[in-house]
């Protein structure tokens, strides 16, 4: 519990800060931008940190994303429906994410490398097929409408439900992304903290053998969890499709990986496996929008926020260690 | 008496909630071993901490012949000649032999690159072996291929490479079979003729017995008592440590013994990876069926063959007279085959989750509804275990691995009993415990037993398997050597057996 009071009061001062930045900057137009940022970056974390929380760790989360917003772009392009097409984006998440977790588990490979590997493949495979003549490496919104007008009003109410921009004038109206984030979290709050399978997963994560011996199907539950991850990161995918203006294959959601699973660790999640909270995840996944934003309209460049990230994630595993080893005092 | 080795007065400890020790004293004459026994928590950890540089005590003084000192650190107290041998063994695994004996103080040919002087620590690795009993050839080995005796007299070698003067045994043989400990003995033996002075720590008291000249006994953080000569004897050991007398250690109050049932029946099992002959056996209701063997006969492995944890090779299973495929531990457990492991802390017990998530883990088939754990149920479940099992916790949100080795061993038999067990197979099933947990244990197996449980319990402590074994199987390098009942479980029997019928 410490822990989210941690983040949580981390968020207070970065909105305090916020606040007092710059006059629009606690305008509710803006508020709801920096949560719609917020959502679509928990929505990965939470797939990260369940990873996480079974010991295993994944980076081809961004790859993932990316891949996942030029595949949904080519297929509106080739005639698919957008209502048909975002499962099928979703399914193609789904499955990298079985594949990550039974090469895993059955061939017993280090999730580091087998998710390395996924990383550099599915960035490659989102280049290929974003190559040829119309697209020339770029997908965007207004080239499926060009493409097919009938597109154009199951996609203007895909952006109202799914981002919350207005059919009619594109204005955003409500952070609809932080509360696909929410609904998320509490049903991956429900399974982690309520359920049989969330017991299995921080068994798995503190112990794989304790858990084995308890009759756990370990690699099953690994499965399930990289599964899980990876049908989020393309989710998210469609998301960042429907909120750019354009995706470009080479750039859309690289690094996101490691900005997930930072906020992971943020929110409690210990690389160690077998920590980390649902609601730890959301507070987690909001920090670095806000950083964002408070470098955005104090006018500095772009290039301090690696620093100011980085920094961050440090002061937080420093002062997280130290909690750590004051209640860890006993024996 | 000459001067005192070592010289411990009025020791004091006190951490959060607990005060370990309250003025204990003790001390140790060049050469002599000194055994330091007592219950779990009664100080007996806390002490050799204190006196090896884990830990700083609030009050009291220690002397090193005649000597104030003051250890900050276990760095200091191994550079003056203060080594504690861990419980757990702190070898690094990866490494060979050779390596750990010099881990940290390598000799080397000097200059600037510090070039290892590989034939000089050759030649010495190969005395020190030689001075605990292991071939030569050894010291290549790396250590995760050894066995736990093994280690044990691995980190004795290193610690006699050093200018050694008290060496202290945390629990030396809680993982050596009858043969390792022999072993052992002459090892001390030889340490003490050189006048290198033990403090040695076990619960197992005939061990004790065997090889303490003096004993100090601890209850409650106090000095308890101390014996030597011919007052050492169980009895009086165990009366200083609980404060009462312990009747009916080895209960047999509820078991009907041998005649019952066969309940589960291994038809030519072999275990994948292990050519040896196929084993038969039979665990019959209402029986403790002991399993002796040294380390390394194969035991283990064939239990958890059974249960499920490594594959069978061969043969079947039959429960109740009906086969069974069992290929997973989730198989085994939902036909009421349980197995306590010999490993606790790695295989038992998620050390960092709570009592109440222990005793959950494997029931929570049973306590789920779609709505989740339903957790009335489940506190109802930590309750009636909590309390069945007299399990010694603050409540059952307190993390595991806080818990005395007692305490958590009754963890992981709640586990299982709250699921109505068909077979329940021991490993080791109270190693690393204390006396009074122990007597409860056992009383709980014959209980057990008593409600037609097929109890198959396999151990290397010898007392344990004469006591509560109403039928003995011997193995002997993954065979079975030989059965005894009734007149023939004797010690001398379970030994010809186990090392393969030659005479000792």
Known sequence: ?331 | MSTPRLEVRGLRKQFPGVLALDGVSLTLAPGEVLAVVGENGAGKSTLMKIVAGIYSPDAGEIRLDSQPVHFRTPAEAMAAGVILIHQELNLAENLTVIDNLFLGREATRGGVLHLLNRTAMREQATELLARVGLPASRARVRIEFLSPGEKQLVEIARALGTAVRVLIMDEPTSSLTQRETERLYGVIDGLKNAGVSILYISHRLAEVKRVADRVCVLRDGRNAGELSGSEITHDNMVRRMVGRDLRQFYPQVHRRGVGGAAVLRLKHVRVAGRSAEPVSLEVRAGEVLGMAGLVGAGRTELAEAVFGVRPLAGGTLELNGQPVQITAPAQAIAAGILLVPEDRRRHGLILPESVGFNLSLPNLDRLSSPWGVKRRAEAELHRTWIERLRVRTPSAAQPTGLLSGGNQQKIVYGKWLARQPQVLILDEPTRGVDVGAKAEIYALIDELAGQGVAVWMITSDMEELLGMADRIVVMHEGRIAGELVGQQRTEEAVMQLATGGRTR
């Open chain 1, 1 to 331: 519990m410490t822990r989210i009071f941690g983040v949580l009061g981390l968020l207070v001062i970065l909105y305090a800060v916020l606040f007092n930045t710059h006059e629009r900057a606690g305008s509710l137009s803006n508020l709801i931008d920096v949560a719609n940022y917020q959502g679509r970056y928990g929505l990965i974390t939470l797939g990260a940190a369940l990873v996480i929380i079974v010991g295993g760790i994944d980076l081809s989360i961004g790859s993932v994303v990316g891949g996942a917003a030029i595949l949904f772009g080519v297929l509106m392009m080739d005639g698919v429906h957008p209502y048909a097409a975002v499962p099928l984006v979703i399914l193609f998440g789904s499955l990298i994410g079985a594949a990550n977790g039974l090469l895993i588990t059955r061939l017993r490979l280090q999730p580091f490398l087998v998710t390395l590997c996924g990383m550099f493949i599915i960035r490659g495979l989102a280049r290929i097929i974003a190559q040829p003549s119309p697209y020339r490496g770029t997908v965007s919104l207004s080239n499926v409408r060009e493409a097919h007008a009938a597109f154009e009003q199951p996609l203007l109410s895909l952006r109202y439900y799914l981002i919350g921009k207005s059919p009619s004038d594109g204005e955003l109206l409500f952070p609809a992304q932080f509360f696909l984030l929410l609904a998320a979290a509490a049903v991956i709050g429900f399974f982690l903290h309520r359920t049989a399978y969330g017991r299995y997963w921080y068994a798995i994560g503190h112990s794989e053998l304790a858990a084995k011996y308890a009759g756990v199907n370990v690699n099953r539950h690994r499965v399930t969890v990289y599964t899980i991850g990876s049908a989020l990161a393309a989710l998210v995918g469609v998301l960042l499709f429907l909120n750019e203006p354009s995706i470009q294959s080479d750039n859309a959601g690289v690094g996101w990986e490691l900005y997930a699973i930072l906020g992971a660790v943020l929110g409690g999640c210990s690389l160690r496996g077998g920590e980390g909270t649902a609601a730890g995840m959301v507070l987690g996944a909001m920090v670095l929008p806000v950083i964002e934003n408070i470098v955005n309209f104090r006018g500095e460049k772009s290039d301090v926020i690696p620093f100011i990230v980085g920094m961050t994630l440090l002061l937080g595993t420093i002062v997280d260690e130290l909690i750590r080893r004051r209640s860890r005092m006993y024996r």
